[in-house]
């Protein structure tokens, strides 16, 4: 039987204020990082069968 999931934790103070500023923060992934990615994907995608 499956176990009871646990209440997401609430942030308070500061870090709930550096959770926010992280989460307000835009990241980049470089041209090089972003090819990798969608090659491993391309990958993924031939192998498995997703219907």
Same mark, same amino acid.
């Given at each position: 039987?499956?176990?009871? *999931? @646990?209440?997401?934790? *609430?942030?308070?103070?500061? /870090?709930? @204020?550096? %959770?926010?500023?992280?989460? #307000?923060? #835009?990241?980049? *992934?470089?041209? =090089? =990082?972003?090819?990798?990615? #969608?090659?491993?994907? =391309?990958?993924? @995608? @031939?192998?498995? /069968? %997703?219907?």
């Amino acid at each position: 039987m499956a176990r009871p *999931i @646990k209440e997401t934790p *609430i942030l308070y103070g500061e /870090d709930a @204020k550096r %959770f926010e500023a992280r989460m #307000k923060e #835009k990241r980049r *992934i470089s041209p =090089e =990082e972003r090819a990798r990615m #969608k090659a491993t994907y =391309e990958a993924l @995608k @031939k192998v498995c /069968d %997703f219907v």
